[in-house]
């Protein structure tokens, strides 16, 4: 269902309903773009928490444009979800010169993409849902209330007392510029003729700036005690006051309180699409996503609170606003999903999911809601938080499978969902594949891992032949000079360093650590995610195997084991989203991990996830 300005008021109790009888929510934004290279690119061995700070500085300033949520609600007597999904277009319209005015950033290759997929933009910047943060909508029901206070002193006997400038600071009316003089006598004179012989109720007063206003408040109420004062603004925005006649200082109360319910109505307007947020943060429902973590930030930056600079302050103030977050990438990666979900791509993944071993799960949409079933929408909001949730209820009824006897559907609630809780997809992370919000984040031996600079004609080849006497390497070019190197062989880490320190002429080699601290090094990692992108082309899975076959790498993290991340965007795995600059990827062979057993009542031998032997 499409949700805008115009409609959006009307829709909101579906939208609570909806949210309070779920049984989990899907939610996936667009957003005006994903990232900004001059604070730096993911790195293929960024700890969590440089990750965060990453996003954080770089991808903030960009909007969400479009918000999709959709709600599955189970039904037990149909053995099927009824979902309700919703398609928000947000945009932060100022109501007034007192409300935010927020200026963003947009990336050239996510709106060409969007335009690509059919995203309407003059929707969104004609019909699109404003919001206020908390703090925001606080600010403004001050300024309110300190205008009202401010109006009130206007008919006090201190205000109006010609002494009154004496009897204390703010107090007294404003002494009248000369320049302004002739145009309040105006302004005198039209009120007169308007009280004393004509028959209409209303006048309405030029248009004026602010501080003529506050003279003609201040002057008025002055010299007028039946007339009533009210700000309005005209077709152009132009603003204007409207004088009424009144019948006594009853009716003025009775204006005054209508004026200001108006007013604050006005604010309640404008906290928008807010309320939706907050709606699914009080709910404290499961909230599912898709490669969700820039969806996450982007959600809480914008709708409720700017994020912390500490890493572990947005940990406790993720699991305060959003308690319950599964990411199906996360686990589309990992065992036992992985064997048979060879790309985990969004769209590619429902379509694994309509195959054996899977099933898909079966939905319904009640009456005026969007059949998506019949609809390839993909980067609509709203059809792509409907895949997520239906791709998410395939997926865990695929672990009632393994039960015994097995089960065919499995609660949101279930211990065989729990593993996945609260665990976000890190885009092109091979060593700690996900942010942990319950607890501390894995960590990873990086001993093994090289910085490397050479000459530009430099190819994969001439790197790895240099690690040659030590095994296999993963190559992760950073541009035509610079590279990271991992060594496959971790134990040889120490000898590989050695021996290339005494070799080295035409080329540098840096342990990743000492890559990071150093003065030099942190300039490096600046400068390369800058603007220097890799020119020369190099195949994805150019891989330097001595056997026949090339293998993937397979990346152990404790309980999971996540395959190889897809090398593209953090906010989108979209094969077809442009991106700024992608880090290639040279790998050389694959890892063999143990399994641990996640379920109580399923057998030693019939393992889930598997837990890695190194760390």
């Known amino acids: 269902m499409e949700v805008t300005r115009t409609n959006f008021n009307e829709l909101l109790d579906d939208i609570s309903n909806a949210i309070k009888q779920a049984s989990f929510i899907a939610f996936d934004a667009e957003f005006t773009g994903l990232e900004d290279t001059k604070q730096g ?83 969104v910047f004609c019909e699109g849902i404003p919001y206020l943060t908390p703090t925001q909508e606080n600010t403004l029901k001050d300024t309110i209330e300190q205008k009202h206070l401010l109006h009130a002193q206007f008919s006090s006997p201190a205000f109006t007392s010609p002494h009154g400038q004496d009897i204390g600071p703010n107090k007294g009316p404003i002494a009248i510029p000369d320049d302004q003089k002739s145009f309040i006598n105006g302004i005198v004179d039209q009120i007169s003729i308007f009280m004393e012989k004509s028959e209409e109720e209303s006048l309405n007063l030029p248009v004026c700036n602010g501080f003529q206003r506050k003279l003609i408040y201040q002057t008025v109420r002055n ?53 939706v947020v907050r709606m699914l943060s009080q709910s404290g429902k499961l909230l599912v996503g898709h490669n969700m973590l820039l969806d996450v930030m ?35 990666q990992t065992h036992p999903f992985k064997d048979h979900i060879p790309v985990s791509v969004l769209g590619d993944l429902h379509k694994t999911l309509s195959f054996k071993p899977f099933e898909l799960a079966e939905v319904e949409f009640p009456k005026g809601y969007t059949n998506y079933n019949d609809n390839d929408k993909y980067h609509e909001a709203g059809y792509d938080a409907f895949v997520t949730g239906l791709c998410f209820a395939s997926m865990k009824n695929f672990l009632g499978s393994f039960q015994k006897p097995p089960k065919d559907f499995v609660s949101p609630s279930s211990p065989l969902v729990e593993p996945f809780m609260n665990k976000l997809f890190l885009m092109r992370n091979f060593e700690v594949p996900y942010m942990n919000l319950n607890g501390a984040d894995l960590t990873a031996n990086r001993d093994h891992v090289f910085h490397m600079t050479f000459p530009k004609d430099w190819k994969s080849n001439d790197i790895s032949n240099l690690f040659s006497a030590h095994g296999n390497v993963q190559i992760f070019w950073l541009d035509d000079t610079t590279a990271l190197v991992a060594l496959y062989k971790k134990e040889n880490s120490k000898s590989a360093y050695d021996d290339l320190q005494v070799q080295k002429s035409n080329f540098t080699i840096q342990k990743y650590k000492d890559f990071l601290s150093s003065s030099n090094g942190e300039k490096n990692k600046n400068s390369h995610n800058k603007s220097t992108v890799r020119k020369r082309s190099h195949n ?9 076959k090339k293998k993937t790498l397979n990346v152990a993290a404790q309980p999971f084991v996540c395959k190889q991340p897809d090398v593209i965007s953090e906010g989108d795995d979209s094969s077809n989203t442009s991106n700024t600059s992608t880090t290639d990827v040279t790998m050389t062979d694959s890892t063999h991990n143990k399994l641990i057993d996640v379920k109580e009542d399923v057998k030693e031998a019939d393992k889930l996830f598997e837990e890695t032997a190194a760390w």
């Open 41 to 123: 690119h993911a790195l293929p061995f960024d700890t969590p928490e440089e990750r965060y700070t990453k996003l954080r500085k770089g991808s903030l300033d960009f909007l969400v444009l479009q918000f999709g949520l959709c709600t599955f609600k189970y039904d037990n007597k149909k053995k099927r979800h009824i979902a309700q999904p919703f398609n928000f277009y947000v945009f932060p319209k100022p109501y007034s010169r007192q409300a935010p005015d927020r200026r963003f950033m947009c990336q050239s290759s996510s709106i060409d993409f969007l335009v690509s997929q059919g995203f309407d933009f003059n929707k």
């Open 223 to 275: 010299k007028f005690s039946a007339v009533h004062l009210e700000a309005k603004k005209g077709e152009k925005k132009d603003r204007y006051i409207c004088v009424t006649k009144i019948s006594g200082e009853e009716e003025m109360k009775m204006r005054e309180g209508a004026k200001q319910a108006a007013e604050r109505a006005e604010i309640d307007d404008a906290v928008g699409f807010s309320k």
């Open 298 to 332: 982007h959600t809480i930056n914008q709708f409720h609170f700017p994020l912390p600079e500490e890493y572990e302050d947005f940990k406790s103030m993720t699991k305060c606003i959003f308690p319950k977050l599964v990411d199906t990438k996360l686990m589309a």
């Open 540 to 548: 994805e899975t150019d891989i330097d195997v001595p056997s026949k």
